[in-house]
């Protein structure tokens, strides 16, 4: 998305954790390494974010910023996955990387960290894991019985300490469960092959988790989906192909146990077929509690581009499938197509969106009228940015399209420097509404002041970036009444070629799961002062 600059106004609060009674304060000592704190309390500063209706000066609450000290930088990982959790009646649990436990590098990688909300977005209570190199979460999933489960990657297990013991690769799958007051109950490295691209973990009904994506193994590509029980244990794993064709982006639940599974095919070139006629199309696999397919189906349409995310329907047997977008920019226009299809993986219907600007669909909710919510960043104009919602009816009309900028601005010279604003991930609340969560990264005021019109970023600016977490509340509708604008959204027949696929699963070789001893592993709890 584009740089933009802050229109909001904030109000300044301050809320604090501190490691809870009976914990080192000071530094925390693992198997080969130090990590050491400024101090044994980690500040969290929390902005109200309030916006202005048009026409008047009347200020409408929001929602909030968090952000860290100046040693700290918190940031989401992937604009695609699910870092945020409804704990209903209690509040919200949120995921991002931190820095503020560095160590041997500098500014040193980045750790998991983990923070319950109450429902007015103030830190209840922090926890924090991780090791010397970069970790970082990719995604949370609340389990039936309401602990949470966090997957994400680590190389912490490759560097000269922490995690040298597992033997694993240079970038590995880092998976973690924890109670419903964020303490851990167990974590796990998995290293299903050479190179690992990690993708969503979701929660089945019996407590265990479901989580996938691409792996590279004998010098060949190939998704992969991994089962595990409640206390970790893996159930099963497979590897999904042809090699080479298919990656995992997107899993969901279903209700026969099973999971719908998906992703981005690409043919592979064989004779006759010359390599700019290659297409990534999509691809679609229902898999049985036990992970083998009963069906398996490729999608070929010419629009959007390779990601998927899909949501189980309400009203109706079958799943919605959102794919990414195509951003044009000499048109200044994002297209891209919804469809679909029954418990069989047939299309219902397919159509393609025209969205004004720079934007893309993150995440799929329930509307009322057994529509569907989708929300993801918006940059309708150049120097903007913020939030959309799109309404669709049952059978895809756009009943609403609207965006909201979004911006801290606690002062000029911060409001001046805002950028990003990518939302990440939205959630039901228990009254109805939905909480949006996204990340910015903004300059220090000393950066911004000296810059000069013309002149070239100095050559540690990313090191001066600070991030910061943005949470809004709307309406149940996705609105927040007088500060969503109008968004252009068209709509326009889309046909899809439908045809079936030869999933090939196998299993994925057997010692591949590591667990990691609570005693190797450095853990600090955070507790509200």
Same mark, same amino acid.
């Given at each position: 998305?584009?740089?933009?600059?802050?229109?909001?106004?904030?109000?300044?609060?301050?809320?604090?954790?501190?490691?809870?009674?009976?914990?080192?304060?000071?530094?925390?000592?693992?198997?080969?390494?130090?990590?050491?704190?400024?101090?044994?309390?980690?500040?969290?500063?929390?902005?109200?974010?309030?916006?202005?209706?048009?026409?008047?000066?009347?200020?409408?609450?929001?929602?909030?910023?968090?952000?860290?000290?100046?040693?700290?930088?918190?940031?989401?990982?992937?604009?695609?996955?699910?870092?945020?959790?409804?704990?209903?009646?209690?509040?919200?649990?949120?995921?991002?990387?931190?820095?503020?436990?560095?160590?041997?590098?500098?500014?040193?990688?980045?750790?998991?960290?983990?923070?319950?909300?109450?429902?007015?977005?103030?830190?209840?209570?922090?926890?924090?894991?991780?090791?010397?190199?970069?970790?970082?979460?990719?995604?949370?999933?609340?389990?039936?019985?309401?602990?949470?489960?966090?997957?994400?990657?680590?190389?912490?297990?490759?560097?000269?300490?922490?995690?040298?013991?597992?033997?694993?690769?240079?970038?590995?799958?880092?998976?973690?469960?924890?109670?419903?007051?964020?303490?851990?109950?167990?974590?796990?490295?998995?290293?299903?092959?050479?190179?690992?691209?990690?993708?969503?973990?979701?929660?089945?009904?019996?407590?265990?988790?479901?989580?996938?994506?691409?792996?590279?193994?004998?010098?060949?590509?190939?998704?992969?989906?991994?089962?595990?029980?409640?206390?970790?244990?893996?159930?099963?794993?497979?590897?999904?192909?042809?090699?080479?064709?298919?990656?995992?982006?997107?899993?969901?639940?279903?209700?026969?146990?099973?999971?719908?599974?998906?992703?981005?095919?690409?043919?592979?070139?064989?004779?006759?077929?010359?390599?700019?006629?290659?297409?990534?199309?999509?691809?679609?696999?229902?898999?049985?509690?036990?992970?083998?397919?009963?069906?398996?189906?490729?999608?070929?349409?010419?629009?959007?581009?390779?990601?998927?995310?899909?949501?189980?329907?309400?009203?109706?047997?079958?799943?919605?499938?959102?794919?990414?977008?195509?951003?044009?920019?000499?048109?200044?226009?994002?297209?891209?197509?919804?469809?679909?299809?029954?418990?069989?993986?047939?299309? &219902?219907? #397919?159509?393609?969106?025209?969205? *004004?600007?720079?934007?893309? $669909? /993150? =995440?799929? +909710? !329930? %509307?009322?009228?057994?529509?569907?919510?989708?929300?993801?960043?918006?940059?309708?104009?150049?120097?903007?940015?913020?939030?959309?919602?799109?309404?669709?009816?049952?059978?895809?009309?756009?009943?609403?399209?609207?965006?909201?900028?979004?911006?801290?601005?606690?002062?000029?010279?911060?409001?001046?420097?805002?950028?990003?604003?990518?939302?990440?991930?939205?959630?039901?609340?228990?009254?109805?509404?939905?909480?949006?969560?996204?990340?910015?990264?903004?300059?220090?005021?000393?950066?911004?002041?000296?810059?000069?019109?013309?002149?070239?970023?100095?050559?540690?600016?990313?090191?001066?970036?600070?991030?910061?977490?943005?949470?809004?509340?709307?309406?149940?509708?996705?609105?927040?009444?007088?500060?969503?604008?109008?968004?252009?959204?068209? &709509?326009? #027949?889309?046909?899809?070629?439908? *045809?079936?696929?030869?999933? $090939? /699963? =196998?299993? +994925? !070789? %057997?010692?591949?799961?590591?667990?990691?001893?609570?005693?190797?592993?450095?853990?600090?709890?955070?507790?509200?002062?």
């Amino acid at each position: 998305m584009r740089p933009r600059l802050a229109v909001l106004t904030g109000v300044m609060a301050l809320a604090t954790v501190s490691t809870s009674a009976g914990v080192d304060t000071g530094t925390t000592t693992a198997a080969a390494g130090r990590v050491t704190t400024a101090s044994g309390n980690i500040g969290y500063f929390r902005s109200d974010i309030q916006c202005r209706a048009a026409g008047s000066n009347e200020a409408r609450p929001l929602g909030a910023v968090l952000a860290g000290p100046e040693a700290e930088t918190l940031y989401a990982e992937a604009a695609s996955l699910t870092p945020l959790a409804s704990l209903g009646a209690d509040g919200y649990a949120l995921t991002v990387a931190t820095r503020a436990f560095s160590t041997d590098l500098a500014r040193g990688g980045g750790d998991v960290l983990l923070v319950g909300l109450a429902p007015d977005f103030t830190p209840r209570w922090a926890t924090v894991h991780g090791g010397p190199a970069p970790d970082g979460p990719l995604s949370l999933s609340r389990t039936a019985d309401g602990s949470l489960a966090i997957i994400g990657t680590t190389t912490s297990n490759y560097s000269s300490s922490l995690l040298r013991f597992l033997e694993a690769s240079p970038e590995s799958i880092l998976v973690s469960k924890h109670a419903r007051d964020g303490q851990l109950q167990w974590a796990q490295v998995h290293t299903p092959g050479e190179l690992v691209i990690a993708n969503p973990i979701v929660a089945m009904s019996d407590n265990g988790v479901v989580f996938g994506g691409t792996v590279k193994r004998d010098r060949r590509y190939a998704g992969f989906v991994q089962r595990l029980d409640d206390d970790g244990k893996l159930r099963w794993a497979r590897l999904l192909g042809p090699d080479f064709e298919v990656g995992v982006t997107w899993l969901v639940p279903t209700s026969d146990g099973g999971v719908l599974a998906g992703g981005p095919r690409q043919r592979m070139a064989r004779p006759g077929v010359k390599a700019q006629d290659l297409s990534f199309e999509i691809w679609l696999a229902r898999l049985q509690g036990d992970g083998r397919p009963v069906w398996a189906k490729s999608y070929a349409l010419a629009s959007g581009w390779s990601q998927v995310i899909a949501a189980p329907l309400r009203h109706r047997q079958g799943w919605l499938i959102v794919r990414e977008p195509r951003y044009d920019k000499g048109t200044d226009r994002s297209r891209f197509p919804i469809f679909e299809v029954d418990e069989e993986g047939q299309v &219902r219907w #397919s159509a393609e969106y025209e969205l *004004e600007g720079n934007g893309k $669909v /993150t =995440t799929i +909710l !329930p %509307a009322a009228g057994d529509g569907y919510l989708l929300f993801g960043p918006a940059s309708p104009k150049e120097g903007l940015g913020g939030t959309l919602t799109i309404e669709l009816g049952p059978d895809g009309d756009v009943r609403s399209s609207t965006w909201i900028d979004v911006a801290s601005a606690l002062s000029t010279a911060e409001r001046a420097a805002f950028m990003g604003g990518d939302p990440v991930a939205a959630v039901r609340d228990a009254d109805g509404r939905h909480v949006l969560m996204g990340d910015f990264m903004s300059l220090p005021r000393a950066l911004l002041a000296n810059a000069k019109p013309g002149s070239r970023p100095p050559p540690d600016l990313r090191e001066q970036l600070k991030g910061a977490v943005f949470l809004l509340r709307t309406g149940a509708d996705g609105q927040v009444q007088g500060c969503s604008l109008p968004l252009q959204v068209s &709509r326009r #027949s889309l046909p899809v070629r439908v *045809e079936n696929f030869d999933l $090939v /699963t =196998t299993e +994925l !070789p %057997a010692g591949t799961v590591s667990d990691i001893p609570a005693s190797r592993l450095d853990f600090k709890r955070l507790e509200p002062r």
